[in-house]
């Protein structure tokens, strides 16, 4: 397994009430030393991803700009192409574009769309990933698919990446980590699923062997290309503590799935001293290849000295 420096990531960034609060907070990811700030994609009390990421990157010089992740059903793949183009035009090739396939069905009903089956939702994302890579990278795509039809389009203008924007694609379930595997530059895990229609989390894939056998699953289907892949752990809880066993006892109470030492030993939890957090996250790389990996807005200012330790080595 080629082993990557490593680069992190701030997601989850929600909103701001004016622009210069979101060029604030741009500007401190950046100085704090993350690689890349992300917007998630619902129809609640967040900013528009696309406009935010181009404010940001505005707002900053290096900071790298992106989206985990957006919801295909809300765009057609020429739309979303045209957009991530543009977007990448105007951030000086600074984009990383997330797609997922869409889960918080509140959304769907919000705006009127049909929540289908989540083996539909993916087969669709499969074939919008496919037309978007092949406009991005410059092609005229016509495609008479089973979920869209495109027409000789070719998309202006061309994103300064080439041969595009590094593509996320992100998620737990293993249809959709295959079609990851297969399609995507960089591969998400995020360990968590929603049941009931998004409603409630399921955090059973915490556990270091499910890891394991997603890791191997995302291998297998990516074949040849799996080396050139970018493995990305999304981490939805960092407690900077002294006391380590004690605050994952406090979680397993709420996790009730999980036992203390499966929070401990998985790669979506860092618990611990900062020393500890930077020995579990290499512990972690040799293991599993996570070397890109993104917290939560809330935990930026305590991961931060994990990330000055570890950015690059």
């Known amino acids: 397994m080629l082993i990557r420096p490593f680069r992190f990531g701030l997601g989850g960034v929600r909103s701001a009430a004016s622009r210069s609060e979101w060029a604030a907070k741009a500007r401190a990811a950046e100085d704090l030393g993350y690689a890349v700030l992300s917007l998630p994609d619902h129809l609640t009390d967040l900013l528009a991803p696309m406009p935010a990421l181009v404010a940001a990157a505005d707002a900053t010089t290096r900071l790298r700009v992106g989206t985990t992740v957006l919801c295909n059903d809300f765009r057609h793949p020429v739309v979303l192409a045209r957009e991530a183009a543009t977007v990448d035009v105007l951030t000086d090739g600074r984009l990383e574009l ?14 009127g769309l049909i929540f289908d089956e989540a083996s539909t939702r993916v ?19 016509t495609r008479d698919g089973r979920h869209y039809h495109v027409s000789g389009h070719r998309i202006h203008p061309r994103p300064l990446q080439r041969p595009h924007p590094p593509i996320f694609v992100g998620g737990n ?5 295959a079609v990851a595997a ?13 049941r009931a229609a998004g409603t409630k989390p399921d955090v059973s894939s915490f556990r270091a062997s499910a890891v394991d056998e997603r890791v191997r699953l995302v291998r297998e289907a990516a074949g040849s290309r799996f080396e050139a892949l970018e493995l990305n752990a999304l981490v939805q809880r960092v407690v900077v503590t002294e006391d380590r066993h004690a605050a994952a006892e406090t979680l397993a109470r709420q996790w009730t799935d999980l036992t203390a030492e499966d929070i401990v030993g998985s790669p979506y939890v860092l618990i611990g001293t900062v020393e500890q957090m930077v020995e579990a996250l290499q512990a972690r790389r040799a293991r599993w290849g996570f070397s890109y990996v993104t917290v939560f807005e809330a935990a930026r200012d305590a991961f931060a000295p994990v990330v000055a330790r570890l950015t690059g080595t």
């Not at 994302?125 to 092609?139: C, F, N, P, T, W």
């Open 98 to 111: 997330g797609l997922g396939a869409g889960w918080m069905k509140a959304d769907y009903d919000q705006a």
């Open 123 to 141: 087969d669709r994302l499969a074939e919008a990933v496919s037309i978007v890579k092949r406009l991005l990278d410059g092609e005229e795509v």
């Open 173 to 177: 379930a293993r249809r959709l980590l």
């Open 182 to 194: 297969r399609e995507a530059d960089i591969v998400g895990l995020t360990g968590i699923r929603f």
